[in-house]
């Protein structure tokens, strides 16, 4: 079994929808972060959790919110989608040495 | 400002083929530095990580780095490429404690047969 694991795989949504997208993991680790993938980008930092009660803005966070419901649980909310959210979405945890594990992620088409 | 620069979009080696991957950081604390890739239709993997100590680290699949701090440059070679090394790469850039990473824009790796 994987060990984060994002649902959904894709999705696709209409500008103004609410949307939800879930990470689970199950490494035990207590470091966990969404980023985007944009062609000719890279990946961006949207959100980061250190902790449950610990959780911070990335570079591009604007348009997002986030919940860490669990140790295991991270997930991204976009409250109204728009069409420049059109991309692909990845979580990932990170252990203390610093090595970051990253789930499959979920492409989100915005129309 | 802390930045990662991979100058290379896109590369294309013929199997067998020796490659090497650039990436240039600045960044002013100590490096921690990682190169990751990614599979069509999958997540990132890491290949290696340098933290310290000896500057040339060995990674998964066959895949070396070398750190050079006077060129703030962090490569990634292979002695000789498979059709199955056809991916994208990123190189990425952290410091210890802060746990936050800075990615770069990724080189995409075409293997011709």
């Known amino acids: 079994d994987a060990d984060v694991t994002q649902t959904p795989r894709n999705r696709i949504t209409k500008t103004g929808k609410r949307i939800m997208l879930e990470c689970s993991q199950t490494k035990g680790h207590d470091r966990m972060y969404w980023y985007r993938q944009d062609p000719g980008l890279g990946l961006r930092l949207i959100y980061y959790s250190f902790d449950v009660k610990d959780i911070n803005k990335g570079e591009i966070s604007d348009g997002y919110s986030v919940s860490r419901q669990a140790q295991a649980k991270f997930s991204l909310s976009l409250e109204s989608a728009i069409p420049n959210q059109t991309a692909l979405y990845f979580c990932?945890?990170?252990?203390?040495?610093?090595?970051?594990?990253f789930g499959p992620g979920t492409r989100l088409t915005v129309l | 400002a802390q930045s990662v620069t991979q100058p290379d979009i896109h590369i294309t080696v013929s199997e067998g083929a020796s490659l090497e991957l650039r990436c240039n950081y600045s960044?002013?604390?100590?490096?921690?530095l990682f190169w990751y890739v990614q599979s069509p239709g999958q997540g990132l993997q890491l290949l290696l990580k340098?933290?310290?100590?000896?500057?040339l680290v060995q990674g998964i699949k066959g895949f070396e780095a070398e750190f050079k701090r006077s060129q703030s440059s962090f490569n990634l070679r292979k002695p000789s490429v498979h059709w199955s090394d056809a991916a994208e790469y990123f190189c990425?850039?952290?410091?210890?404690?802060?746990?936050?990473?800075?990615f770069g824009t990724g080189t995409r790796l075409k293997v011709l047969a």
């Open positions: 960044y002013g604390a100590t490096p921690y």
């Open positions: 340098y933290f310290s100590g000896d500057t």
């Open positions: 990932a945890t990170s252990d203390r040495a610093d090595t970051q594990y």
């Open positions: 990425a850039v952290g410091a210890s404690g802060t746990y936050k990473y800075i």
